[in-house]
């Protein structure tokens, strides 16, 4: 791996702060030149991605990790394509720096302007992703920023040659290579760093499981936007259309099981459990799904497991899924207000008047209507690539793009103007 010389978290992660305030200054055509670089970079890395990917999943295996992991982590020539084309993606959007918020000009002439710009340093601590080494570098760098990561041991090989092709392309651009940093070789101890780095990294995005989440939450003196765990929930309602009901539930289950859009659990209306729950869970059951299920579900479907009260709670992150027969769309909000995370939810409706309520009081980041819950990405949305999706609601909520990597400052104006 190219790395900086710089013996210590804390230098490479002062290397960066320096590069950073030369990247602020890039204009959008150098940015956009920078990204198409580190693009063909990672297309050209390709067979050296591809090889020490397999060394990571041949040693995740060995350690037993967790399905779901390993095919967040399982990279092949697709996937990498797929990653370069992302950042071409981001390339091509408008550059998010110095737009004019908002402006005013004062009744002493004092002329006033809130314009975008980059928050500095960009930190990142994630585990077994290594899309996120390039989702994060190109949109950090694509508004202006420098970034630091820390992407676990699961992918340290594969996290590796990633950046050192990205390092690359940015060296052969004449742009300081340190703008890009990893602490991964210095294992926990570059997490803990990267936490304490107050002053240093401006923003800190944690992705990855519930525990690693509340982990940099907890102790990070670092600011976190928090990306949280998702318990997603649809909900059938009384009018869903049987067609739309299970191409969407199938659909938000089983095209990518192990991710935090895909849901978990599913409420029925009472009303329309007779004629949706035996097909729904039929079809799931032919994808590969496990419904774990409430005793309604079971007496109206064969081969369903009975669902605990843990159940609701769960983030699968597997081919398992949690079904309820709920009395109405009252006991369906109830239900999601006790146990969602607030990162997705949808209706299921033919009825507006019940997609209008639900829209209105589930207060999660994305509510959809008659939608797969897994259009909840940064890609899906148009922003290119993302850096996670937000479950809190200061700064940034939902899939974030570029304008959430960029913060604000006020810009004034005189002609010798003073206070009285």
Same mark, same amino acid.
């Given at each position: 791996?190219?790395?900086?010389?710089?013996?210590?978290?804390?230098?490479?992660?002062?290397?960066?702060?320096?590069?950073?305030?030369?990247?602020?200054?890039?204009?959008?055509?150098?940015?956009?030149?920078?990204?198409?670089?580190?693009?063909?970079?990672?297309?050209?890395?390709?067979?050296?991605?591809?090889?020490?990917?397999?060394?990571?999943?041949?040693?995740?295996? $060995?350690?037993?990790?967790?399905?779901?992991?390993?095919?967040?982590?399982?990279?092949?020539?697709?996937?990498?394509?797929?990653?370069?084309?992302?950042?071409?993606?981001?390339?091509?959007?408008?550059?998010?720096?110095?737009?004019?918020?908002?402006?005013?000009?004062?009744?002493?002439?004092?002329?006033?302007?809130?314009?975008?710009?980059?928050?500095?340093?960009?930190?990142?601590?994630?585990?077994?992703?290594?899309?996120?080494?390039?989702?994060?570098?190109?949109?950090?760098?694509?508004?202006?920023?420098?970034?630091?990561?820390?992407?676990?041991?699961?992918?340290?090989?594969?996290?590796?040659?990633?950046?050192?092709?990205?390092?690359?392309?940015?060296?052969?651009?004449?742009?300081?290579?340190?703008?890009?940093?990893?602490?991964?070789?210095?294992?926990?101890?570059?997490?803990?760093?990267?936490?304490?780095?107050?002053?240093?990294?401006?923003?800190?995005?944690?992705?990855? $499981?519930?525990?690693?989440?509340?982990?940099?939450?907890?102790? $990070?003196?670092?600011?976190?936007?928090?990306?949280?765990?998702?318990?997603?929930?649809?909900?059938?309602?009384?009018?869903?259309?049987?067609?739309?009901?299970?191409?969407?539930?199938?659909?938000?289950?089983?095209?990518?099981?192990?991710?935090?859009?895909?849901?978990?659990?599913?409420?029925?209306?009472?009303?329309?459990?007779?004629?949706?729950?035996?097909?729904?869970?039929?079809?799931?059951?032919?994808?590969?799904?496990?419904?774990?299920?409430?005793?309604?579900?079971?007496?109206?479907?064969?081969?369903?497991?009975?669902?605990?009260?843990?159940?609701?709670?769960?983030?699968?992150?597997?081919?398992?899924?949690?079904?309820?027969?709920?009395?109405?769309?009252?006991?369906?909000?109830?239900?999601?207000?006790?146990?969602?995370?607030?990162?997705?939810?949808?209706?299921?409706?033919?009825?507006?008047?019940?997609?209008?309520?639900?829209?209105?009081?589930?207060? $999660?980041?994305?509510?959809?209507?008659?939608?797969?819950?897994?259009?909840?990405?940064?890609?899906?949305?148009?922003?290119?690539?993302?850096?996670?999706?937000?479950?809190?609601?200061?700064?940034?909520?939902?899939?974030?793009?570029?304008?959430?990597?960029?913060?604000?400052?006020?810009?004034?104006?005189?002609?010798?103007?003073?206070?009285?």
């Amino acid at each position: 791996m190219t790395v900086t010389a710089a013996t210590t978290p804390r230098e490479r992660m002062l290397l960066a702060k320096d590069a950073a305030r030369v990247v602020a200054l890039l204009d959008d055509r150098r940015k956009r030149a920078l990204l198409h670089a580190m693009a063909d970079a990672i297309d050209d890395a390709t067979p050296v991605i591809v090889s020490a990917n397999a060394e990571d999943l041949e040693r995740g295996r $060995s350690d037993g990790l967790s399905e779901a992991l390993q095919d967040r982590l399982r990279l092949d020539a697709d996937r990498v394509s797929a990653l370069a084309n992302a950042v071409r993606d981001v390339a091509a959007l408008p550059d998010p720096v110095g737009r004019v918020l908002d402006e005013r000009t004062l009744a002493n002439g004092l002329r006033l302007q809130k314009v975008s710009v980059p928050f500095g340093v960009v930190g990142s601590i994630y585990e077994a992703r290594p899309n996120v080494t390039v989702d994060i570098a190109s949109l950090a760098l694509r508004a202006g920023n420098a970034v630091v990561l820390r992407g676990g041991s699961a992918a340290e090989r594969t996290n590796a040659t990633l950046v050192s092709a990205m390092r690359l392309a940015l060296a052969e651009q004449g742009v300081d290579p340190e703008a890009i940093q990893t602490v991964d070789d210095f294992g926990r101890d570059g997490a803990r760093e990267l936490m304490r780095a107050r002053g240093i990294v401006d923003v800190l995005v944690p992705r990855g $499981s519930a525990a690693l989440i509340e982990t940099v939450v907890t102790e $990070s003196t670092v600011p976190v936007i928090e990306t949280g765990a998702g318990v997603v929930h649809i909900m059938l309602d009384a009018s869903a259309p049987l067609e739309w009901a299970r191409d969407i539930v199938v659909n938000a289950k089983v095209q990518r099981p192990s991710v935090c859009n895909s849901v978990e659990t599913v409420l029925v209306h009472r009303a329309a459990a007779p004629r949706l729950v035996g097909p729904v869970v039929s079809a799931l059951q032919e994808a590969g799904v496990t419904v774990h299920g409430d005793a309604a579900v079971a007496e109206l479907a064969g081969g369903v497991l009975a669902a605990t009260d843990a159940d609701w709670s769960v983030e699968h992150l597997s081919l398992d899924l949690s079904m309820r027969v709920v009395d109405d769309l009252d006991a369906a909000l109830a239900h999601i207000r006790r146990y969602s995370t607030h990162h997705t939810e949808s209706i299921v409706t033919a009825d507006d008047a019940q997609a209008e309520r639900f829209l209105a009081e589930v207060d $999660s980041a994305v509510v959809m209507v008659n939608a797969s819950t897994r259009f909840t990405d940064g890609g899906e949305f148009g922003f290119g690539a993302e850096v996670g999706i937000s479950t809190q609601k200061l700064h940034a909520r939902g899939p974030m793009g570029l304008a959430e990597l960029t913060s604000t400052k006020w810009l004034a104006r005189g002609s010798g103007q003073v206070r009285a």
